[in-house]
């Protein structure tokens, strides 16, 4: 397989190569072992995105209660009990999509393709978000410690984190988390002292702190009400919601991990749980124990280390260390939105909702378009809103919430629907009902405090997306019904049929037609009739050459890839069959690679060095307006090999097929 049109030994090829890395082996018999992720590697590089929104998330609920502080007691528990309940339904998600259970997959399964549509878009931003979020916290914690005259410089680091990033994916997931590994094991060492002293130093205090917590309750509903009270939690608990935002991520990434994948999905989903309930909690004790109030320019968990850490020698270095781990860990933490925002366009364009390309893998087997799609629209956005976290967090938890609640409704009413085959069905129900009530009220609340902020330019924007996906769906499924005229050749009711099949062996002397198909069906089969019409008698030999695409839709698995090549495989047999039945001696070459373009391009080559006299055809859908909407959502994979093909001095004819939309 050739690299993408770039010369091998060439200088952009060894940049290249320098930078994001050298080709992957798709024949390498060990590759999936080599590329998934173990569950601690799952953790850190899906993870790090849940347990780094504690860096914001319990400040978000916090600072709603001020002046109710001692709500953080119950707030911590909350926290915590919402984690593992969400946590507990993914993981029973997980079980039920070993291959990807992602909010858009559940909700297209469970409750329908409008559903699913939305959950997806809503996915999208949700994780463009979690990027522009992740650092844009990331440098808000790192800036905490930084003299004022430098704050200038803060929005141009955020910007070029996303950039480093961008290339740091463009590797490879596995590469991307190996490298940031350490920073997440820094964040656990830091946070375990951080919060192991705060709680540890208060425990001999425990007997106030809840006497505290008795008097305040009691004063406040003597003063404004039990109703009021709760309506102050409430608002505090829903805003606070950017806290849960990472959990969904395990389940959607389940595709890196290492078989069993429903074991290791299950196994990141509960580290994830235990250390995010465990950090986020802790942090809101902290507070309450502390009595930390806002300090400008530095977040609550700057001011909670420096009160804690204050007085010991090196004590600032400490706390600046430890803020130092959240900044960082938060640069792990926007991996989730490099690693699962593409593989929901993949997913989506599988099903037709975005352009085919975003399912194709580059030569790194990284959703090379899809990284490269999320970053650039992390840049707009973080440049777009000055990479300020309060704003960006208003319109993270509307989607994320979305996705949350649609994922729950979807598998209440898939264990109703299998409830005879599940004996424990109704355990299983009410957990998802319980996830359901407790996502959708938060989304609600969320919708009504942050509409006029800022909410509702998360709905617009996730509406437009969904209006787009429609269009690109229409389109195709247009082309669909247009092509179907093309299958009618497949009856082979108006082909003159030779008497006897040609049984001859192919002869390398003779001219020789090489024509590239897909599978086997009428727009290929038409491609070849018009060949042998235009070119009657021209031409002896007849080879069908194809490629065998891994896409993320194939690239599941071992099985997976040797299913697809069978099918290929057989395809280009009933090819050869059906030339041979019309005369011909025929045969087949084939190859399996990521880039369709590169890989048919070097196949053809090879064969222009068996067969000395040959011609090259090739089929293109052919619109009668055609506009950049048609090239965006169509591959120029014909017009690419020809030029590349006639560069080496190979004659390549196309072979135009009109499409009436």
Not at 175 to 191: D, N, Q, R, T
Not at 218 to 232: Q, Y
Request: hydrophobic letters at 50%; one cysteine or more; aromatic letters at 10%.
């Amino acid at each position: 397989m050739q690299n993408g049109g770039k010369e091998k030994g060439g200088l952009l090829y060894r940049i290249r190569c320098r930078l994001i890395g050298r080709p992957r082996n798709i024949h390498d018999p060990l590759l999936f072992q080599t590329i998934s992720l173990i569950a601690l590697l799952s953790w850190i590089g899906l993870g790090a995105d849940g347990l780094s929104s504690s860096s914001y998330g319990p400040e978000a609920a916090f600072t709603q209660i001020l002046g109710h502080t001692y709500l953080a007691v119950f707030l911590a528990l909350a926290t915590a009990a919402t984690v593992f309940i969400i946590s507990y339904t993914y993981s029973k998600i997980i079980e039920e999509f070993p291959h990807g259970g992602g909010g858009y997959i559940v909700a297209t399964h469970t409750l329908g393709r409008v559903p699913g549509v939305v959950s997806g878009s809503a996915l999208l931003v949700d994780y463009v978000l979690t990027i522009a979020v992740s650092i844009s916290a990331c440098g808000d914690a790192f800036f905490s410690f930084i003299p004022p005259e430098y704050q200038v410089f803060k929005l141009s680091v955020k910007l070029a984190l996303i950039l480093f990033l961008v290339v740091l994916n463009l590797r490879g997931v596995k590469e991307s988390v190996k490298v940031l590994a350490p920073i997440f094991l820094l964040f656990l060492v830091m946070h375990v002292l951080l919060l192991g002293y705060g709680l540890a130093s208060n425990v001999p205090h425990i007997g106030a702190h809840a006497a505290s917590v008795t008097t305040s309750l009691n004063a406040d509903i003597g003063a404004i009400g039990l109703v009021s009270v709760f309506a102050i939690f409430l608002r505090a608990f829903s805003l606070g919601a950017g806290t849960y935002t990472g959990i969904e991520a395990v389940s959607n990434g389940l595709q890196i991990m290492r078989q069993p994948r429903v074991r290791t999905g299950k196994r990141t989903m509960l580290f994830m749980a235990i250390s995010l309930s465990a950090v986020a909690g802790g942090i809101l004790l902290c507070y309450f124990f502390m009595d930390i109030q806002p300090v400008p320019n530095q977040t609550l968990n700057a001011v909670l280390a420096n009160r804690l850490f204050g007085g010991w020698p090196a004590g600032y270095w400490i706390a600046a260390l430890i803020i130092f781990s959240e900044a960082l860990l938060l640069i792990v933490a926007s991996q989730t939105g490099f690693i699962d925002g593409p593989r929901v366009m993949a997913n989506m364009a599988v099903d037709s909702w975005f352009p085919k390309k975003f399912a194709a893998l580059s030569e790194r087997l990284t959703i090379q378009n899809g990284v490269l799609v999320m970053g650039v629209s992390a840049l707009l956005i973080v440049g777009l809103t000055a990479g300020s976290v309060s704003t960006l967090i208003i319109m993270y938890a509307i989607n994320v919430f979305v996705t949350f609640s649609l994922s729950q409704l979807g598998m209440a009413r898939f264990t109703l629907k299998n409830r005879m085959k599940n004996p424990h069905w109704r355990r299983r129900f009410a957990i998802f009902a319980v996830g359901f009530a407790v996502c959708f009220t938060i989304l609600l609340v969320t919708i009504s405090e942050k509409f006029r902020e800022g909410g509702y330019v998360t709905l617009v924007v996730t509406a437009v997306i969904i209006l787009i996906c429609y269009g690109i769906y229409r389109h195709y499924q247009k082309v669909r019904t247009a092509m179907k005229k093309f299958d009618e050749v497949l009856l082979l009711s108006n082909i003159h049929l030779a008497d006897k099949p040609n049984t001859k062996p192919i002869d390398s002397t003779k001219r020789t037609a090489v024509l590239l198909v897909r599978r086997y069906d009428g727009f290929s089969v038409n491609t070849f009739l018009q060949l042998i019409r235009n070119f009657p008698g021209l031409y002896n030999n007849i080879i069908f050459t194809a490629v065998a695409e891994v896409d993320s839709g194939s690239f599941k698995g071992k099985e997976e890839l040797d299913a697809l090549e069978r099918s290929v495989r057989s395809d280009l047999m009933k090819y050869v069959k059906l030339a041979r039945t019309l005369g011909f001696a025929a045969d087949y070459r084939m190859d399996i690679g990521t880039d369709v373009v590169a890989t048919a391009s070097a196949l053809c080559e090879s064969i222009a060095h068996e067969f000395p006299t040959v011609t090259f055809f090739t089929g293109k859908l052919c619109f009668r307006h055609e506009t950049i909407f048609h090239k965006i959502l169509h591959n120029e994979t014909a017009l690419a090999i020809q030029r590349r093909l006639q560069w080496e001095g190979l004659p390549v004819v196309i072979i135009p097929v009109p499409v009436e939309l």
